[in-house]
Each structure stands twice: as structure tokens, then as C-alpha cells.
């Protein structure tokens, strides 16, 4: 019983910016790592950016330079700031979390993806 929800999704012109954020509810005692991935047409889902619990970040080299993850542990959320987006970042983008839940469960949960478009 650990939902995600990303926001933000939207069409933008080349170079423009773009502020993704995801949050979490539900059973959660500790979110540990969390990341962005995205989904292209006819690709695999992929990894963008990722950051620790305690704010530790990486970056896919095709982001790097361009985009910031962040969070907030104090209510559960991610960011991602994406700037001078280009045509191939278009794709429906995913927030995942490595979450404890109270029980002692710890499992891996998705949102359900929020689009970003990018074209002139």
C-alpha cells in the first residue's frame, strides 16, 4: 500500500525547461533510494537520475549537465528539473522508490508516469 504519484509532465519547445515532482504515501517508514526512469517509444525503460536517502545523486550521461534530482524525506517527495530538454528526452517519465514499510517489509514501488513532450 505504497503509492507514487508524478506531476509535472507537459509540451515543451527544445531548450525549454520542465520541473517533474513525484510523491509518496501510504505504508512508508523509510524510503531509501529513489529515482527517475523514462520510457521511450519501441525502448526499454531506462535509468535518468537516482538519489539517496541521504541526497547522494548519479545521473545517466545523457542527462548529465541538464537535469537535477532532489527530495524532500520530510514529506516524501522528488524533484526533477530538467533544462534544455531536447526532442529525445520526450518520453513518459517514471518515479520509482525503494521503500521500508512499517511491517519490515521493504519492496520497490512505481508510479504510474507522468508524459513530457518535447517539439516545436
Known amino acids: 500500500q505504497v503509492h507514487l504519484v508524478e506531476s509535472g509532465g507537459n509540451l515543451v519547445h527544445p531548450g525549454g525547461s520542465l520541473e517533474l515532482s513525484c510523491s509518496a504515501s501510504?505504508?512508508?517508514?523509510?524510503?531509501?533510494?529513489m529515482a527517475w526512469y523514462r520510457h521511450r517509444p519501441g525502448e526499454e525503460r531506462e535509468l535518468v537520475a537516482r538519489?539517496?536517502?541521504?541526497?547522494?545523486?548519479g545521473y545517466a550521461e545523457f542527462v548529465k549537465g541538464r537535469f537535477t534530482v532532489s527530495r524532500d524525506n520530510n514529506v516524501n517527495t522528488m524533484s526533477l528539473q530538467m533544462n534544455d530538454l531536447k526532442a529525445e528526452d520526450t518520453a513518459v517519465y517514471y518515479c520509482?522508490?525503494?521503500?521500508?514499510?512499517?511491517?519490515?517489509?521493504?519492496?520497490?514501488?512505481w508510479g504510474q508516469g507522468t508524459q513530457v513532450t518535447v517539439s516545436s
Open positions: 520509482n522508490a525503494d521503500v521500508l514499510r512499517r511491517g519490515g517489509a521493504r519492496s520497490t514501488f
Open positions: 501510504g505504508d512508508i517508514f523509510i524510503i531509501h533510494t
Open positions: 538519489i539517496g536517502r541521504g541526497g547522494t545523486t
